[in-house]
T-cell receptor, first 113, second 112 residues
Framework: NAGVTQTPKFRVLKTGQSMTLLCAQD?????MYWYRQDPGMGLRLIHY???????AKGEVPDGYNVSRLKKQNFLLGLESAAPSQTSVYFC????????????FGEGSRLTVL | AQSVSQHNHHVILSEAASLELGCNYS??????LFWYVQYPGQHLQLLLK??????LVKGIKGFEAEFIKSKFSFNLRKPSVQWSDTAEYFC??????????FGAGTRLFVKA
């Protein structure tokens, strides 16, 4: 049972480089989310998607882009990485018919030098 | 704007001590409430949830939480903690829309 899978798990970037984080879920969930986790700040929502082909901004969307070309995948892109984007990124998915339980991936630790 | 406040950022307890972690939210409508736990080096997983019915809900590993609507609170409790409960605990609120809002988290360290 894979659930929610994130790749890569670790990445180090230099300022200005670009990268994409991939999230894949096999639970047929409509909703998918990208959060970032920083010490003392909990999880903050970056972007989310309520279905294939749709995306929306969360609390902290600046510097990130997303795409949901297939229902099972949700990509998070950094076009020009900055040190402020050093964080742990979590992808989550949710069945909209339920009470709102989120299913999380294992996280991707990104360091921007 | 909706928000979730967790009262304690760090808690240190000895094994067998009782635990209560506070959580308050700001939203006047119907809410679904959650506690998630993140063990060291792992992803978040659901500890318990409330969406209707009995305001006292029981979760995994002996945890429980009480929803007090008049106080906008959803405090987490455990009568006797174990060393293996060392983790970070997050309170979260879903208001029936698309988003789930998280508190800042409480880091619990249990001394063996």
């Amino acid at each position: 049972n894979a659930g929610v899978t994130q790749t890569p798990k670790f990445r180090v970037l230099k300022t200005g480089q670009s990268m994409t984080l991939l999230c894949a879920q096999d639970m047929n969930h409509e909703y998918m989310y990208w959060y970032r986790q920083d010490p003392g700040m909990g999880l903050r929502l970056i972007h989310y998607s309520v279905g294939e082909g749709t995306t929306a901004k969360g609390e902290v969307p600046d510097g990130y882009n997303v795409s949901r070309l297939k229902k099972q995948n949700f990509l998070l892109g950094l076009e020009s990485a900055a040190p402020s984007q050093t964080s742990v990124y979590f992808c989550a998915s949710r069945d909209p018919r339920g009470p709102g339980e989120l299913f999380f991936g294992e996280g991707s630790r990104l360091t921007v030098l | 704007a909706q928000s979730v406040s967790q009262h304690n950022h760090h808690v240190i307890l000895s094994e067998a001590a009782s635990l209560e972690l506070g959580c308050n939210y700001s939203y006047g409508g119907t809410v679904n409430l959650f506690w998630y736990v993140q063990y060291p080096g792992q992803h978040l997983q659901l500890l318990l949830k409330y969406f209707s019915g009995d305001p006292l809900v029981k979760g995994i590993k002996g945890f429980e939480a009480e929803f007090i609507k008049s106080k906008f609170s959803f405090n987490l409790r455990k009568p006797s903690v174990q060393w293996s409960d060392t983790a970070e605990y997050f309170c979260a609120v879903s208001t029936g829309g698309f988003k789930t809002i998280f508190g800042a988290g409480t880091r619990l360290f249990v001394k063996a």
